[in-house]
């Protein structure tokens, strides 16, 4: 039973670029959360996406947005790249209707911003 | 004040040493506590996962909800240098505005050594 997934492992890109991020949950889950760490922090909430829809959104600026794609797959994108978007992207999926809610990490993308 | 305080540590101990990681947090919606693993550039590894007050153990894991003191703990029996990671608590409430999304500490970084 595959984990989630997540492509690519690590990309450098520079100020004013823009970024997308993929994502594959664990078989039988269909919600979808993105994260973001900085280095020496704990992750952040960026935003869940449950029947393709954004349900709920952490405290993150609108460059950040995402999909999510009927077979419960989805992306994160980050559009006018800041140096501070430097960080490890971590995507966690979920069962919506499971009974412990419990939150399954992938390994993440590591994203640079020169 | 950040709603989840952990001490990042660094914790370094001996192999066989009893571990005590905690959390203390300010938001008294959260329910749900959980405590994750990450090696060095992986993405974070569920360990325990509790529900409200109480105990809960798992081989050499214990898990320790105080909700009265808004404070948690992972206690890590007979150490192993493979237990060297940095150790996240995670925390969520039970509906509304806080469902689905996780709340972070830091994350301690602990070495357990030979």
């Known amino acids: 039973d595959a984990g989630v997934t997540q492509s690519p492992t690590h990309l450098i890109k520079t100020r004013g670029q823009q970024v997308t991020l993929r994502c594959s949950p664990k078989?039988?889950?269909?919600?979808v959360s993105w994260y973001q760490q900085a280095l020496g922090q704990g992750p952040q909430f960026i935003f869940q996406?449950?029947?393709?829809?954004?349900?709920q959104r952490g405290n993150f600026p609108d460059r950040f947005s995402g999909h999510q794609f009927p077979n419960y797959s989805s992306e994160l994108n980050v559009n006018a790249l800041l140096l501070g978007d430097s960080a490890l992207y971590l995507c966690?999926?979920?069962?919506?209707?499971?009974?412990?809610?419990?939150?399954?990490f992938g390994p993440g993308t590591r994203l640079t911003v020169l | 004040q950040k709603e989840v305080e952990q001490d990042p540590g660094p914790l370094s101990v001996p192999e066989g040493a009893i571990v005590s990681l905690n959390c203390t947090y300010s938001?008294?919606?959260?329910?749900?506590f959980m405590w994750y693993r990450q090696y060095s550039r992986k993405g974070p590894e569920l360990l325990m996962y509790?529900?409200?007050?109480g105990n809960k153990e798992d081989g050499r894991f214990t898990a320790q909800v105080d909700k009265s003191s808004k404070y948690i703990s992972l206690f890590i029996r007979d150490s192993q240098p493979s237990d060297s990671a940095t150790y996240l608590c995670?925390?969520?409430?039970?509906?509304?505005?806080?469902?689905?999304?996780?709340?972070f500490g830091q994350g301690t970084i602990l070495t357990v050594h030979p």
């Open positions: 966690a999926s979920s069962p919506e209707r499971g009974a412990t809610d419990t939150q399954y």
């Open positions: 078989s039988g889950h269909d919600t």
């Open positions: 996406y449950y029947e393709e829809e954004e349900r």
């Open positions: 938001n008294s919606a959260f329910q749900y």
């Open positions: 509790t529900y409200s007050s």
């Open positions: 995670a925390m969520r409430g039970a509906g509304g505005t806080s469902y689905g999304k996780l709340t």
